[in-house]
């Protein structure tokens, strides 16, 4: 059975930067396609970041969130996203996804909220 379980939001001030995690069983997180996507209050799904299964593919970024960083350890199959230079728009419920960003299966979710 696939589970992904996210951690690691909080509340940042602007400017600050958090790590967020994702921590998957039932399968590896190298052998699918993995996703960062957010959702913000009363908005749509948006994918943040996406990196390839297996390696030699550089991981792809939304143009709007360039200021994020994706990666996995393979060894224990979790995900992470690095959010940095946070402003009030981040706001967000953040997820992990495996396969396809809109339609794949994904944890409860872990909020990221933007505040002085």
């Known amino acids: 059975e696939v589970q992904l379980v996210e951690s690691g939001g909080g509340l940042v001030q602007p400017g600050g930067t958090l790590r967020l995690s994702c921590a998957a069983s039932?399968?590896?997180?190298?052998?699918?396609?993995m996703y960062w996507v957010r959702q913000a209050p009363g908005k749509g799904l948006e994918w943040i970041s996406r990196i390839a299964a297996g390696g030699g593919r550089t991981p792809d970024v939304h143009s709007a969130t360039g200021r994020f960083t994706i990666s996995r350890d393979d060894a224990t199959s979790t995900l992470y996203l690095e959010l940095n230079s946070l402003n009030t728009n981040d706001t967000a419920m953040y997820y992990c996804v495996k396969g396809h960003w809109s339609s794949g299966p994904r944890g409860q979710g872990t909020q990221v909220t933007v505040s002085s």
């Open positions: 039932g399968f590896t997180v190298g052998s699918s396609w």
